[in-house]
């Protein structure tokens, strides 16, 4: 897995506190994704390979925020998160009204 910082936690992105600061979410949230990319066959095999140019502020903002120093690791994480989204907002708004008003819930 990847190198993540030790002197500092990995962080949320952008998400601040009552400080102003980042929520801290730890080496778990990394090791979740990283873990579920693994089981779905996305880490399988790394023959790939990506280039392009970037702001270095956007990398160091990016490695400052998760605490994953190596630039490899941090495209990898980058990139499975995204792989990995459910899109459960798009698919909540496209259920609005979908649901019968006349429904009991129980509440």
């Known amino acids: 897995m990847a190198k993540t910082s030790a002197s500092k936690p990995a962080a949320r992105g952008g998400k601040p506190d009552a400080k102003g600061g980042l929520v801290a979410v ?16 996305l880490l399988s095999e790394k023959s790939g390979r ?15 925020q998760t605490g994953i120093e ?28 979908k649901v019968d008003p006349e429904l009991k819930l129980g509440f």
């Open 26 to 41: 730890g080496k778990a949230r990394f090791e979740a994704v990283m873990q579920a990319a693994q089981r779905s066959g």
């Open 50 to 64: 990506i280039g392009g140019r970037v702001s270095p502020a956007l990398i160091e903002q990016a490695k400052q």
């Open 70 to 97: 190596a630039d490899t690791d941090l495209i990898e994480f980058a990139l499975a998160t995204v792989a990995l989204e459910d899109n459960f907002a798009a698919t909540f708004r496209k259920s609005r009204g």
